[in-house]
């Protein structure tokens, strides 16, 4: 027997054939209302102040490695750039790490070291 999870969508959708065959249409304006509400909000997709940071972040690690010109450790990032410096290692390889996937910038491993470059 399997369960399956109704949504707040589906309830409504069924409110609203349930009320049109009983004609009360300020039920349907209801629940037509309530789906305009799920699907605002579903489709909102803005940025938390967080991720907004990291991207002025990344902006400046593109900016430093476009300057270095050469592939380098996040170390030699770190002291190339003082905003970088105030930043730990663990945050610039993560950030590092959403550049390489979106193919902005190159990773190269030599001896188990990563070097990160344009």
Same mark, same amino acid.
Request: charged fraction near 30%; hydrophobic fraction near 40%; glycine fraction near 4%.
């Given at each position: 027997?399997?369960?399956?999870?109704?949504?707040?969508?589906?309830?409504?959708?069924?409110?609203?054939?349930?009320?049109?065959?009983?004609?009360?249409?300020?039920?349907?304006?209801?629940?037509?209302?309530?789906?305009?509400?799920?699907?605002?909000?579903?489709?909102?997709?803005? /940025? !938390?102040?967080?991720? #907004?940071?990291?991207?002025?972040?990344?902006?400046? @690690?593109? +900016?430093? %490695?476009?300057? &270095?010109?050469?592939?380098?450790?996040?170390?030699?990032? /770190? !002291?190339?750039?003082? #905003?970088?410096?105030?930043?730990?290692?663990?945050? @610039?390889? +993560?950030? %590092?790490?959403? &550049?390489?996937?979106?193919?902005?910038?190159?990773?190269?491993?030599?001896?188990?070291?990563?070097?990160?470059?344009?």
């Amino acid at each position: 027997m399997e369960k399956t999870k109704i949504t707040k969508k589906e309830y409504f959708n069924a409110i609203i054939e349930i009320a049109t065959e009983n004609g009360r249409q300020d039920i349907v304006d209801f629940a037509t209302h309530e789906i305009e509400l799920l699907n605002k909000k579903a489709s909102y997709k803005g /940025q !938390t102040k967080v991720q #907004e940071a990291n991207e002025q972040i990344k902006n400046v @690690i593109v +900016a430093t %490695l476009t300057e &270095l010109a050469r592939f380098v450790t996040i170390t030699e990032l /770190q !002291t190339a750039n003082e #905003e970088l410096a105030q930043l730990s290692n663990q945050k @610039i390889s +993560a950030l %590092l790490k959403q &550049l390489v996937d979106t193919g902005i910038i190159n990773k190269q491993v030599d001896k188990k070291k990563a070097y990160f470059g344009m």
